[in-house]
């Protein structure tokens, strides 16, 4: 019998999970997530458990829901016309012929809201990261203070980096969405830093799960100074660090539709102190003139003697 119970249950909250899955982007607002602490955010190391029952913070509100339909129902409709348009909601003829796309600019601070932040405060450490508008509205500053201090929690080893991403695009009915680059083949910004190292990451999202935590990475080298500078980036120049190996194909794949997410920069060198950047866009460019598929050296897995 208590074999029994012990799967019902399982079962039973397997069923409440999935349809929680599929019912999140409509009753998001009706109904706080009951089994969100099972897959659990992270705790910092030390810290006690959260006591509150999940229960008390279900939160019913008709009125939000139904607002949340409507607004869910009109973004359906506006992607359905854009698809039945062409790519992107474009003609095939504009699509195929585009030599340049800018993807982001921060002009106002609707296209800051766009950008999160994060550093190893995170984890108990002590960096500091603000993001920001720049002088006259023109660009985006992100500033801070590096701090490299383990926490003493047993537990952590290593400290001091502060990060930006990109908010991953998001569909109606909360579906996730990828970017498409295929027709591009070099990365375009325009920054204006303080000397110190940046690392340029592309997050994917590949089908194959051993693949879940891989990521594409370019170290770039401000130079200071007050002038602004313009850096080209080609995909072959991005590579493979999250599990300490570089790419072994010619193919990038974060060319593929189906696996670029999204797109941050970290800075992680070792050095205390302030740091700042300035960001004034962000796009994509198709240079002709760059031939390279691979910019890494290639070996035979199983070469014939």
């Known amino acids: 019998m208590a074999l029994t119970a012990t799967v019902l249950n399982g079962a039973g909250l397997r069923g409440r999970c999935c349809r929680h899955k599929v019912l999140h982007p409509l009753l998001g607002s009706i109904l706080a997530d009951p ?14 458990p959260e006591k509150t029952p999940s229960w008390q913070k279900v939160d019913f509100n008709f009125k939000k829901g139904i607002d949340a339909l409507k607004t869910q129902l009109s973004l359906l409709k506006k992607e359905t016309k854009d698809h039945l348009r062409g790519p992107e909601g474009r ?31 995170e984890i108990g450490g002590k ?10 509205n023109q660009a985006a500053l992100l500033y ?17 980096y502060c990060s930006m991403r990109a908010k991953p695009p998001v569909g109606s009915f909360a579906r996730k969405k990828y ?23 592309i997050y994917t999202d590949p089908y194959f799960s051993h693949h879940k935590d ?5 170290f770039m080298f401000t130079r200071g100074g007050p002038y602004w500078e313009e850096i080209r980036i080609p995909f072959s120049k991005f590579f493979l660090s999250s599990r300490g190996r570089v790419q072994d194909n010619q193919h990038p794949i974060w060319l593929d539709k189906a696996s670029f997410l999204t797109l941050g920069f970290t800075l992680g060198d070792k050095v205390n102190g302030p740091f700042q950047l300035e ?10 003139a760059h031939t390279e598929e691979f910019a890494y050296e290639i070996y035979d897995r199983n070469p014939q003697i």
């Open 279 to 288: 960001i004034d866009f962000i796009g994509l460019i198709n240079d002709r």
């Open 91 to 121: 003609g095939f003829d504009q699509y195929l012929l585009q030599q340049t796309k800018v993807l982001w600019e921060f002009r106002s601070q609707e296209d800051i809201n766009k950008w999160v932040i994060s550093s190893d405060v």
């Open 179 to 201: 970017y498409d680059w295929s027709n591009f083949n070099s990365l375009h910004l325009r920054v204006r830093g303080d000397g110190r190292p940046w690392m340029v990451n």
């Open 214 to 218: 891989d990521l594409y990475n370019y």
């Open 127 to 136: 960096s500091e990261v603000y993001l920001k508008l720049g002088r006259n």
């Open 144 to 160: 801070g203070t590096l701090n490299t201090e383990v926490p003493r929690d047993g537990e952590t080893k290593y400290s001091g």
């Open 35 to 48: 089994t969100s602490k099972l897959y659990s955010s992270y705790r910092r190391p030390g810290s006690p």
